[in-house]
């Protein structure tokens, strides 16, 4: 079934995007200075730009590894239904983990990831989100650190995708669907 056609109008811009990244950096750089090595711990598919630019800001040892974890599919809604497409590579049991997330929605991805991840028993848990929906909020649980706080939209870019596209946008867009004329 084809997707509903919709346009993208711009919502937080690239520059405000790398700026708040350099002010997180500082702040992940203080909770964790002294550490051996901070293992970032990605949340794919939408936490990669983000990510990339965070590490690369960072004046820590990091080590990166990814969690593949689904609760969309190709739709707009959460299914609430969190499921673990790729685990860990690395151990994290005694190690500073920061997990790297791109929104927190409903809260059940990031919920369901931190009880995985602290069986694991971690040295030190702390979580980062690009963006959060707090008006979603269905469980309870808050990002360490959170980017920018949003209205009830949904969005796309920076890493962030509809139905796998627009994740190339350097910057963050609410997507407005378009009615189509009907012949």
Known sequence: MPQPRHKIEPMIPASAIAA??????????????????????????GSFVFIAD????????????????????DGTESSREV????DLRGEIGGRD??????IVDTGHTLKHVLGLLRARKPERL????LLDKPSRREVEIRADWVGFEIPDEFVVGYGID??????????IGRVRFVESAQP
């Open 20 to 45: 708040r990244i350099d002010e997180l950096a500082r702040e992940i750089e203080a909770e964790f200075a002294g550490t051996d090595k901070l293992v970032i711990v990605g949340l794919l598919r």
């Open 162 to 171: 509809y139905a796998q596209g627009n994740r190339n946008l350097p910057y």
């Open 126 to 129: 702390r979580t980062i989100a």
């Open 97 to 102: 983990v920061l997990v790297v997330e791109d």
């Open 54 to 73: 965070l590490v690369r800001k960072l004046r820590l040892n990091v080590e990166v590894d990814f969690l593949e974890v689904s609760s969309y599919g």
């Open 83 to 86: 499921r673990i497409l790729k």
